[in-house]
């Protein structure tokens, strides 16, 4: 593994619709989630350097698989990108298929270590993202927030949402601090990085 370098060597293992189809359960893995559109596919192509390792897209909603990648070539170290939430045009079944597709994730992984969780930073804190960091407090997870976008909003503007989401996680009793991130220009990518190898390699 290439110390030095900020970003990861990631490579696309496998996408599944059903549980059985995962990758086995064993080593550590840290799941990507947060609602359609706000930029997790681009997070994880960011995090290596990529522009096409994971599909970006402006039309969420899609019935959307769980994607499983490795990390720096090590079969212990996973990425898992979950689908999306929150898409306002998404049907009851689509919702449904969303609840139970993360609900078997989440109940059977047990080499699950935490959840990266991305708002944008201009909409952060929606009702779909408080319903979704309750759930990870009942799992016991740690959640790492992503205030992503942050190129959109001034340097001033973003350590205002920063600090006020760091209010809002201590509420919540959730301790990661939260970061300020884009995907675009690759702010907070080596803080991430750094952070995910912590999860994956210490637990
Ligand atoms: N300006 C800006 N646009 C972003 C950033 N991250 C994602 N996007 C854009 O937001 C849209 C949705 O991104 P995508 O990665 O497909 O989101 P996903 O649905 O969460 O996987 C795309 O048009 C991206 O180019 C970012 O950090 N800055
Ligand atoms: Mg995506």
Not at 61 to 69: E, L
Not at 159 to 183: D, G, T
């Amino acid at each position: 593994m290439n110390r030095k370098s900020s970003y990861l060597n990631i490579e696309f293992l496998s996408a599944c619709t059903e549980a059985k189809l995962y990758p086995e359960d064993f080593g550590n893995e840290v799941a990507i989630c947060g609602r359609s559109n706000s930029g997790k596919s681009s997070i994880i192509n960011a995090l290596a350097n990529s522009k096409k390792l994971a599909k970006t897209s402006n039309t969420p909603g899609r019935t959307q698989s769980i994607n499983f990648f490795s990390i720096n070539s090590d079969v212990d170290y996973k990425l898992v990108d979950l689908p999306g939430y929150g898409y306002a045009k998404a049907s009851k079944k689509m919702q449904k298929d969303w609840g139970r597709q993360i609900t078997n994730y989440m109940n059977s992984r047990e080499s699950l270590r935490g959840i990266i969780l991305i708002m944008d930073i201009r909409h952060p804190f929606q009702k779909a993202d408080q319903d979704f960091l309750a759930w990870c407090r009942q799992y016991h997870l740690p959640v790492q927030l992503l205030l992503n976008k942050a190129d959109k909003l001034s340097r001033n503007q973003g350590l205002n949402v920063l600090s006020a989401s760091k209010k809002e996680l201590i509420n919540l009793k959730l301790l990661n601090e939260p970061l300020l991130f884009s995907a675009k220009t690759h702010d907070g990518v080596e803080q991430l990085t750094k952070n995910i190898l912590s999860w994956v390699e210490s637990a």
